[in-house]
């Protein structure tokens, strides 16, 4: 099901998708890198008073923080409430308070406890440093500012390169905010899309037999979240234009992860693509945060084991990606990937990147005869665009985007299939591409024609299983 929110409207569509959540427009957004967002630990500075087991303190607080992990946040907001009123001036408390909030991605709770009590002389710069990564997290530089100006009158020199990273993120939040457009109220919701299966599968459901894997066994759930568009001019409009390559390549690439872990052994994988519906896609101008993965996770039935999420920068044409293992557990993350390339190097590079994250993951491909064997692509880069295109013309078929931003041709899906002959998902990509197309009544390319009939005649596609749909291109 696709539960879709839009300008207030709530509406329900069936298809063979999930929703994952509804994010604003202006929803939290990180500091840009390590070190400044790495948290701070729960463990006071040397200096500071050791925690005493009288008073029950150190209980209570371990039992909220048990209480946060069973996803009881009223129950652990009454015990922090209740030890904040006796204990409140304990630089170890707010810590261990703001970390466990932190961590567990309640966000703007960590504000409301903390922003009327962090005094920097009396509670050091710890809880100082999580209060301002959450309000960096809420976009409010303002109040991030403040935040710093106080550390930095700690005169604390081993904090000097942490802070001034957190100056620089400041000042990236100012700049976007003022350079990012006025919506309007009817565009102040973005909805998450999550896709659970192949996005060239949507309407070959008659031969999922052969087409789909049988997972057995416990299943780790995974959700690839699309990529965020770092550096960019006026993101957010550029979202409402037809999609550009770069675009198209942020919904591209988790589609690509998604369906490579759902054809390998013990993998749920799903991916998340976010839409203004029904007028434009979105585009994430910042990467996403502990808040925004907290609110992903509530939102799936059974919940989620990881999310990974990515960003993507382009300087001149020399591309830098990183993607970030979240943990959804804890709320933290395990592990990040970076790679860049040119577009001479491109296919090489990501081909390279996508197998180290594979075995990183300890993907373990299916047994023979379990739905389509694995195969990834030989040229990556075609085949993220046609899928960014496959979702495309899917979503327009499901009236989630205006015509204008589909593609009117099969350029897209061709040369996917062109470069990578031997991929049979690089095939079926161009043959629904071709069905969606003679559906909304445009005149298929006739070389791309050609290539399907061909195809379709071929071993491959018997092996396949999808021989039969020749009859629809006859």
Not at 59 to 82: F, K, M, W
Not at 267 to 295: I, M
């Amino acid at each position: 099901m696709i539960l879709f929110a839009s300008g207030g409207v709530r509406v329900l569509l069936k298809a063979e998708m999930g929703f994952l959540d509804r994010f604003t427009a202006k929803k939290p957004a990180p500091g840009p890198a390590d070190p400044v967002n790495a948290p701070v630990e729960t463990t006071p500075p040397a200096s500071a008073p050791r925690p005493a087991i009288a008073g029950g303190v150190l209980p209570q607080l371990a039992a909220a923080r048990a209480l946060l992990e069973a996803h009881d946040l009223p129950g652990a907001t009454a015990i922090h409430d209740a030890v904040l009123a006796s204990a409140g001036d304990r630089p170890d408390v707010l810590l261990t308070i703001s970390a466990n909030l932190g961590t567990h991605g309640h966000v703007r709770e960590l504000i409301e406890l903390l922003a009327p009590r962090y005094d920097a002389e009396l509670h050091g710069p710890g809880p100082g440093v999580n209060l301002l990564q959450a309000y960096l997290a809420v976009r409010q530089p303002e109040q991030a500012q403040h935040i710093l100006d106080l550390l930095f009158s700690l005169g604390r020199p081993e904090l000097e390169d942490r802070l001034v990273g957190f100056s620089r993120a400041i000042a990236e939040i100012s700049v976007s905010a003022h350079a990012a457009p006025d919506l309007g109220a009817e565009e102040t919701t973005i909805s998450l899309v999550s896709i659970s299966k192949p996005i060239w599968f949507y309407g070959l459901e008659e031969f999922a037999a052969t087409l789909l894997p049988r997972q057995t066994g416990k299943l780790r759930r995974v959700a690839f979240a699309q990529c965020a568009l770092l550096g960019e001019d006026n993101v957010m409009e550029r979202a409402t234009q037809p999609e550009d390559e770069l675009g198209r390549f942020t919904r591209g690439l988790p589609l690509w992860f998604a369906e490579s872990f759902s054809s390998g052994a013990g993998y749920e994988p799903v991916a998340g693509v976010g839409v203004f519906a029904p007028k434009h896609y979105a585009l994430f101008p910042s990467e996403w945060t502990p808040d925004n993965l907290r609110e992903l996770n509530q939102s799936v039935q059974g919940g989620l084991d990881y999310v990974v999420t990515a960003a993507l920068r382009n300087r001149n044409a020399d591309y830098e990606l990183t993607l970030r293992i979240w943990e959804v557990k804890k709320f933290r993350e395990l592990k990040s990937f970076s790679t860049r390339w040119t577009p001479v190097d491109a296919n090489a590079v990501l081909a390279k990147f996508h197998l180290h994250f594979r075995t990183y993951m300890e993907w373990k491909a299916l047994p023979a005869g379990n739905g389509l064997p694995y195969e990834a692509p030989a040229v990556p880069v075609s085949y993220i665009q046609a899928l960014g295109g496959s979702l495309s013309l899917f979503f327009g078929e499901k009236d989630l985007l205006p015509s204008a931003h589909q593609p009117t041709s099969a350029g897209l899906f061709l040369q996917a299939a062109q470069d990578n002959p031997t991929d049979v998902r690089a095939q079926l990509a161009l043959v629904t591409a071709l069905l969606r197309l003679k559906q909304r009544g445009l005149t298929p390319d006739a070389v791309a024609l050609q290539h399907v009939q061909a195809w379709l005649a071929s071993e491959a596609a018997q092996t396949a299983g999808v021989s039969g749909l020749a009859a629809r291109f006859a």
